[in-house]
């Protein structure tokens, strides 16, 4: 099973954590305290201001 999301909104990012990431921990006996985030729109539901792609660099 998959899920496809098509926007990067609060509400899919919620629903991701509470479908998806706050389940595989509680089966591996964890709990989640803290998240470290990029500050990204689907995490404080501004609108989005920056490229959605990423590039790396090698040293």
Known sequence: ????????????????????????F???GMGVIRMLTDR???YCGKPSRK???TS???P
């Open 40 to 42: 990204g729109t689907e």
């Open 1 to 24: 099973m998959a899920k496809l999301y098509t926007t990067k909104t609060p509400i899919t990012a919620a629903d991701l954590l509470n479908d998806r990431v706050l389940p595989f």
């Open 51 to 53: 490229p959605t792609t």
């Open 26 to 28: 509680e089966e591996h």
């Open 56 to 58: 790396s660099t090698w």
